[in-house]
């Protein structure tokens, strides 16, 4: 059996395990799929494979052969993609065979990791091959314009010595690699399951002899990568993606883990939630860095609620490929939506940081159906802070914990909420431009408000 093809609770196996883990969305349109980040994107649904200046592959395919049939694995039942991988889930009832694909991005390197997990589900031994077929066009992205090059004829290669498919576009140094585990053998072959080759690209494909007992399983990886310049390149990356993939995975499920916790917001709007949290996964925590007063407050929060709604119906489903397609250097007017969804969220929950003089203001301004709200884990500078906010026609209650207790809070109502409790003792108040404002310091603070 190959070292590559493990036996029970490999390492390959227990990431598979570890993605209940993780924050997910399901997939219901596999055409509008992509995975990415500012420097990768797997989209569509033959999961085309692009950098940011060369597409790698128009697509890749993958079969199971058993003794009787060529099985495509091209109807996945259920499709979830992750902040940094997407799993495809196939039922072979007939066969007795359970199969998964996973698709991996690191954070950092020019290329993707799949994992085939296959497992036996009967009580009889099986001989198979597991197929994989990868089809090239190497070409300019759709980011470059024409000066980068002009598309040519690519040509394939397989290297049996080192296990790993080489492909070259005829008038460019632009380069795709593909390879498994190093000690993982495979076999040349052109699979009858593969999808449409462009005009200029090309299509070549390898098996995998599988001996599967009664309830083993087994995970292939395939390693993919490229290069505008160089093949060394190209290869160089391939070899990272192997000898790092648990490196990475592990880097990549700790920060998720973190921005989980980190700034975690409790509202009645899923659809707007899940859109904040999005944001977090793929662009990083938004950070507050104005001086002094809020800039603006929410006169109509149901205007702002209503563009909120806007910016996130189909979000999630957006961001890889905005992230990737966004140029920084480009002159713009608005802001990207993934830079707008986190600070309007806490606008709208009535949350502004003045990190330079060490105040949270707080006015809560929500919509009239919001009856409650809350902040975990908020980092201003050094000041980690929990906010809970509720409300209803006649009282406001917010409450605040602070790990920096001599930071300063500014907690505001509108003032027909006149009479004002703090830690339970009433106190009074002043007003300005139609609120109150109570201004405190303390790891922890109880605000009640009620309208006479």
């Known amino acids: 059996m190959n070292s590559a093809c493990r036996a029970p609770q490999s390492e390959e196996t227990l990431l598979f395990e570890s993605l209940e883990k993780l924050p997910s969305v399901e997939i219901k349109d596999a055409s509008e799929f992509s995975l990415g980040n500012k420097k990768i994107l797997i989209s569509g649904k033959q999961h085309a494979i692009t950098l940011k200046t060369i597409q790698l592959l128009s697509g890749f395919s993958a079969a199971v052969k058993t003794e009787t049939e060529l099985i495509c694995l091209d109807s996945p039942d259920s499709f979830i993609e992750y902040p940094f991988a997407a799993k495809t889930h196939f039922r072979l009832d007939e066969e007795n065979l359970e199969t998964h694909q996973l698709q991996i991005l690191s954070q950092n390197k020019l290329g993707a990791t799949l994992l085939y997990y296959i497992k036996n589900v009967g009580n ?5 091959q597991f197929q994989f077929q990868a089809n090239t066009d190497l070409k300019p992205s759709i980011l470059m314009d024409s000066t980068f090059g002009n598309n040519s004829a690519d040509r394939i290669i397989f290297d049996e010595m080192t296990g790993i498919f080489t492909a070259k576009d005829d008038e460019n140094d632009w380069f795709a690699v593909w390879g498994s585990s190093a000690d993982t053998s495979l076999s040349p072959i052109n699979s009858e399951c593969t999808t449409q080759v462009s005009e200029l690209g090309a299509s070549t494909g390898f098996e995998v002899f599988l001996s599967l007992a009664p309830q083993e399983e087994q995970v292939i990886p395939i390693f993919i990568s490229g290069s505008d310049h160089s093949e060394i390149a190209a290869i160089e990356v391939l070899a990272d993606l192997r000898n790092e993939l648990y490196a990475d ?68 489903f957006q961001i890889d490929t905005q992230l990737f397609s966004f140029d920084e250097d480009k002159p713009r007017h608005i802001s990207p939506s993934w830079e707008l969804i986190q600070p309007m969220t806490l606008l709208l929950m009535g949350i502004h940081g003045d990190s330079e003089n060490r105040v949270t203001y707080i006015r809560p301004n929500f919509p009239e159906n919001w009856k409650e709200v809350s902040v975990d884990n908020l980092w201003i500078e050094d000041n980690k802070l929990s906010i809970t906010t509720s409300s209803d026609k006649s009282q406001l209650i917010v409450e605040v914990t602070q790990s920096q207790k001599k930071a300063g809070l500014s907690i505001e109502f509108p003032e027909e909420f006149s009479k004002v409790k703090v830690l339970g003792k009433e106190v009074s108040s002043d007003t300005k431009d139609g609120f109150r404002r109570i201004l405190m310091t303390g790891a922890h603070v109880k605000i009640e408000a009620k309208k006479e």
């Open 249 to 316: 995975w592990n880097e990549n499920f700790a920060l998720i883990d973190s921005l989980t916790k980190t700034a975690k917001i409790t509202i009645p709007d899923q659809e707007i939630q899940d859109a904040y949290n999005w944001g977090k996964y793929k662009a990083g925590l938004y950070q507050f860095t104005n001086t002094g007063e809020p800039t603006s407050t929410v006169t109509n929060p149901d205007d702002l609620h209503l563009l909120l709604n806007k910016l996130s119906k189909g979000f999630i």
């Open 124 to 128: 009889s031994p099986k001989n198979i």
